[in-house]
């Protein structure tokens, strides 16, 4: 286990340091949004090392799973940057993100001997996705604006298609953290900040993060 955490945080510092520098330069933000001050990212690399091995060190049973995971967890917590910084999860991400997670597992799958697995996962992210856009739309109607954007149903494909390949009740459990810890935030922002209703929050971070603590459940079960 120590090799694959290692190899996998290793991976992480590296895409967390790449992704810091795209962070810094802002290169991802519209024309009517450069004018806005750069946030502090120092983070971004120590969370995407510790996600990379916790991720590596949860699944060291299939080593092609433990990589595609770690690698996931590290560019989850830039992209988790990117929402934080501008309300937004880019298309340039989310759509060659949900074709890249459909490949790796199915590798994943094709190594393990169990195709069922990967149309299982793809099944789960096309499930999810349209659970996030049914969401969206009835937001958009109750409220005038929805609480959830189009970047998120995206981004639920490919952590649907993780997580549904280690089984769809750990979509369930991804998908159930990430409102719980967005309901937590807001509850926390209108009592400590004193934040109204018309306050808000990217929900792409809660989504990243609910997702690889479910799938490093194995690892912190452990601690």
């Keep these: 286990m120590i090799v694959e955490t290692t190899t996998g945080a290793a991976a992480g510092l590296a895409l967390g340091y790449a992704g810091l520098t795209r962070l810094r330069t802002g290169v991802y933000r519209y024309d009517d949004e450069r004018d806005?001050?750069?946030?502090?990212?120092?983070w971004v690399p120590v969370a995407a090392t510790v996600g990379a091995g916790l991720s590596a060190a949860?699944?060291?049973?299939?080593?092609?799973?433990?990589a595609v995971l770690a690698i996931s967890a590290a560019l989850l917590v830039v992209l988790s940057g990117i929402d934080i910084d501008v309300r937004r999860l880019p298309d340039r991400w989310t759509w060659p993100g949900a074709g890249?997670?459909?490949?790796?597992?199915?590798?994943?799958?094709?190594?393990?001997?169990?195709?069922?697995?990967?149309?299982?996962?793809?099944?789960?992210?096309?499930?999810?996705?349209l659970t996030y856009l049914t969401l969206a739309v009835v937001g958009?109607?109750?409220l005038g604006?929805?609480?959830?954007?189009?970047?998120?149903?995206?981004?639920?494909?490919?952590?649907?298609?993780?997580?549904?390949?280690?089984?769809?009740?750990?979509?369930?459990?991804?998908?159930?953290a990430a409102f719980l810890l967005a309901s937590c935030y807001g509850v926390w922002l209108m009592v400590v900040h004193r934040k109204g209703r018309e306050a808000t929050m990217p929900f792409g971070p809660f989504m990243a993060?609910?997702?690889?603590?479910t799938w490093c459940l194995p690892v912190l079960g452990t601690f």
Aim: proline content about 2%; some cysteine.
């Design 58 to 66: 949860a699944h060291t049973d299939e080593p092609l799973l433990a």
């Design 145 to 176: 604006e929805g609480s959830l954007g189009l970047g998120d149903v995206k981004l639920a494909m490919s952590l649907g298609v993780l997580l549904g390949y280690l089984g769809w009740e750990l979509v369930l459990v991804g998908t159930f």
């Design 36 to 42: 806005q001050p750069l946030r502090r990212f120092s």
């Design 209 to 213: 993060l609910g997702a690889v603590a």
């Design 100 to 129: 890249a997670a459909a490949v790796a597992t199915l590798g994943c799958a094709l190594v393990a001997g169990d195709l069922g697995r990967w149309w299982g996962a793809l099944a789960c992210g096309t499930v999810l996705s």
């Design 140 to 142: 958009d109607i109750a």
